[in-house]
């Protein structure tokens, strides 16, 4: 578990800017599957806020749904910070 946090802590960093690019460029079905792939991570290091975020993001993108794209990338970032500060 270690090694997957440490994973999750070099990654991370790269999903969440590919993640505000596609989030400022609308391109929703690219944001969704970012936000998937960070739901996938963030069970895999038990963080089931992040997942939620994550899950909630992912929704958001795939009804098109900007606002809720916001409200969630910005509890995304949160929970992300969270745990990066608590690992």
């Known amino acids: 578990s270690e090694r ?3 994973a999750f802590h070099s990654e ?3 999903l969440l800017g590919d993640l505000s690019e ?3 460029q609308r391109d929703f ?3 969704a599957r970012i936000a998937h ?3 996938g991570s963030a069970f895999y290091i038990r963080s089931e806020r992040m997942a939620e975020d994550a899950g909630g993001l ?3 993108c795939d009804a098109a749904d900007e606002a809720g794209v916001q409200r969630h990338l910005g509890a995304l970032r949160l ?3 969270d745990w ?3 690992h």
């Open 58 to 60: 992912e929704n958001a």
């Open 4 to 6: 997957l946090a440490d």
């Open 12 to 14: 991370t960093p790269r």
């Open 29 to 31: 079905a690219r944001a």
């Open 22 to 24: 596609a989030v400022a």
């Open 79 to 81: 929970s992300i910070a």
């Open 37 to 39: 792939n960070i739901k």
């Open 84 to 86: 990066m500060a608590a």
